[in-house]
């Protein structure tokens, strides 16, 4: 069973950094392409970033809005992946998800929230 656990999500003032993270279990985390995806109060999930990974080689792509913002990584000893936010906007405020891509329905976590304002 996929499990996705988000976490590190905090309230945050412009220009500001936090670190997601997604703990994950019940699949081959090497060998899976897993993304952060992104939900703000009135409007639709979105795909944030995505690592390709074929166990060797990876690959990481970006939504327009938070490119050379945000990095994507994934620690393969932990299964664990992460989103590092730097130069926060309060438009990056939303509840942020980690999935597979493309994602699984029931496997949608909780989210943790990311609140940037001054």
């Known amino acids: 069973q996929v499990q996705l656990v988000e976490s590190g999500g905090g309230f945050v003032q412009p220009g500001g950094s936090l670190r997601l993270s997604c703990a994950t279990s019940?699949?081959?985390?090497?060998?899976?392409?897993l993304a952060w995806f992104r939900q703000a109060p009135g409007k639709e999930r979105e795909l944030v970033a995505k690592?390709?990974?074929?166990?060797?080689?990876?690959?990481?792509t970006y939504a327009s809005s938070v490119r050379g913002r945000f990095t994507i990584s994934r620690d393969k000893a932990k299964n664990t992946m992460y989103l590092q936010m730097n130069s926060l906007k309060p438009e990056d405020t939303a509840v942020y998800y980690c999935?597979?891509?493309?994602?699984?329905?029931?496997?949608w976590g909780q989210g943790t929230r990311v609140t940037v304002s001054s």
């Open positions: 019940g699949f081959t985390f090497n060998n899976s392409t």
């Open positions: 999935n597979l891509h493309p994602p699984i329905p029931t496997s």
């Open positions: 690592s390709n990974s074929n166990g060797f080689l990876a690959s990481t």
